[in-house]
């Protein structure tokens, strides 16, 4: 595969990573389309994927920064034609990207929200990170932690207080069965893995997704579904989808110390009465 065609896989990606950090459908696209000028100019790059991604995030975060000098024009509040909001709402919907989402990153300073979004968001390691905030893996770390914090600060409720399992697995099911993808991301760990039974899923659908943001969004497919879903009064956080009563599945979380849900598994169930699962 050339560098032309490593690009073209990669941009759907860059275009959501910039989009995440920016808020700004044209801003991302402008970064994506400078990342690949600048392409042109370096030779031999060994990994193209991680070379795209640290120039993307580089580039988003001066553009961050410049914006905050710059009271006058906030983040998520310059004025729009009505054009340019229909393609800004059209770009959210393809992308699966909450408009709650943009504002609560929009609460974050600039090295917060570039830390928040690829960690917590895009599942990329602190020596990225740290690479392309160029501090410590230690500090980055630290600037996620912050901006993590932030986040729940804003939006209150994203994560459950200390109510026992069931509490946990109503959030997770009203989040889900809502498609509200900013407090699913709240109430999943940045490298939270998701794990089906693939007869459950529709064909091409992966039996394994990790990450909090593609968790999310992927999520948000069996919004209708999951809207079924009952949660359980067990000691771990269990729902079990049952339509017209008939259960049809089991979802099972767990968690870590945090509260923060790091397994997601879906396992066929017996079409058993729903009153079965009321002992």
């Keep these: 595969m050339d560098l032309i065609e490593h690009f073209e896989a990669e941009r759907p ?62 983040l998520l509040e310059v004025d729009f034609e009505s054009a340019e909001l229909a393609a800004e709402e059209e770009f959210l919907r393809r992308e ?3 408009r709650a989402l943009l504002v609560l990153l929009d609460a974050l300073s600039p090295r917060q929200r570039v830390a928040y979004v690829l960690h917590d968001l895009f599942a990329l390691p602190f020596e990225q990170v740290a690479e392309v905030l160029a501090v410590r893996p230690d500090a980055a770390k630290k600037l996620a932690s912050r901006a993590r914090t932030a986040v729940r600060a804003v939006h209150p409720g994203s994560v459950p207080a200390a109510g026992g ?27 939270a893995v998701r794990r089906a039974d693939p007869r459950l899923l529709p064909p091409g659908t992966p039996a394994e997704v990790r990450g909090a943001e ?35 599945a089991l979802v099972r979380l767990e968690l870590d110390a945090r509260g923060l849900i790091t397994r997601v598994t879906i396992e066929p169930l017996a079409r058993l009465p729903l009153a079965a699962f009321a002992r």
């Excluded at 402008?30 to 580089?58: E, K, M, S």
């Excluded at 009203?174 to 709240?186: F, H, I, M, N, P």
């Excluded at 992927?218 to 008939?246: D, H, Q, S």
């Design 13 to 74: 990606r860059l275009l959501s990573l910039a989009h995440r950090m920016l808020g700004s459908r044209q801003d991302a696209e402008d970064v994506v389309q400078t990342v690949w000028t600048r392409t042109q100019g370096v030779d031999g790059i060994d990994n193209p994927g991680g070379w795209f991604t640290t120039v993307t995030a580089r580039l988003c975060a001066d553009r961050l920064r410049a914006w905050r000098r710059r009271p006058e024009l906030p």
């Design 96 to 98: 699966q990207v909450s």
């Design 214 to 248: 593609a968790i999310a969004a992927e999520t948000r497919r069996f919004a209708a579904r999951i809207a079924l879903a009952t949660a359980l009064a067990t000691p771990t956080p269990t729902a079990v989808i049952a339509p017209a009563g008939r259960p049809y």
């Design 165 to 191: 399992a069931r509490a946990v697995t109503e959030a997770f099911l009203a989040a889900a069965g809502g498609g509200d993808l900013a407090r699913l991301v709240a109430l999943l760990a940045p490298d």
